[in-house]
């Protein structure tokens, strides 16, 4: 498996609090990318970062921010959480554009009730 | 964006060949096709890509047909483990080349 870890694996947390997810790699890649998987609709894509301090939104960034202030460790937050952020959360990482894969973490499940 | 359409699932037979098939007839000239496969809860795992020409690793093989708006996943002799979901993804060729995953095919091996 690629050096991705994600912490942490499990959370659970009330409406209204702060949470942030972090992505760690060990393989120096330049591209990270942060997911959510819910039933129904796949895998859809929050944000992503294409090197230190560069992020952009992805199709569903209402809610969640992220930081990248080095290029090992990625980091999502969810300012206010809320029970529709409940959801499995899957930090991908990858060496270059095009012909290089995504590789993906193991997920966090996370619960907001 | 270039779309994918996959069955949303299929059978196979323990030891045979399971062919996945995919459509992609909005295809740019420089978008990459990528099979992934998530088996149960865990993340989704890199499989195989092609540009234009056919591909083959330990995993997998990838038949790309020569206009690109189409292409198979063979896995050759199917076992148990390999009945997950696969997704086959076309890679947006821009600065921020992302991954859009579709709903992709359920498959299921059976003995």
């Known amino acids: ?113 | 964006d270039a779309k994918t359409t996959q069955p949303p699932s299929m059978d196979c037979a323990e030891g045979r060949a399971a062919n996945l098939p995919c459509n992609h007839s909005t295809i740019s000239g420089n978008e990459y096709v990528y099979w992934y496969r998530q088996i149960h809860s865990q993340g989704p795992q890199y499989i195989i890509h092609g540009l234009k020409n056919n591909e083959t690793n330990e995993m997998a093989s990838l038949i790309i047909t020569e206009d690109r708006k189409s292409s198979t996943l063979i896995l050759p002799h199917a076992t148990l483990r390999d009945t997950a979901v696969y997704y086959c993804i076309v890679r947006v060729s821009d600065n921020t080349d992302k991954l859009i995953f579709g709903t992709g095919t359920r498959l299921q091996v059976f003995p």
């Open chain 1, 1 to 113: 498996d690629a050096g991705i870890t994600q912490s942490p694996r499990h959370k659970v947390t009330e409406t209204g609090t702060p949470v942030t997810l972090r992505c760690h790699q060990t393989e120096n890649h330049r591209y990270m990318y942060w997911y959510r998987q819910d039933p129904g609709h796949g895998l859809r894509l929050i944000h992503y970062s294409y090197g230190v301090k560069d992020t952009d939104k992805g199709e569903v960034s209402d809610g969640y921010s992220v930081s990248r202030s080095k290029t090992e460790d990625f980091l999502l937050t969810l300012e206010s959480a809320t029970s529709s952020q409940t959801s499995v959360y899957f930090c991908a990482i990858s060496a270059e554009t095009g012909n290089s894969p995504l590789h993906f973490g193991n997920g966090t499940r996370l619960t907001v009730t």
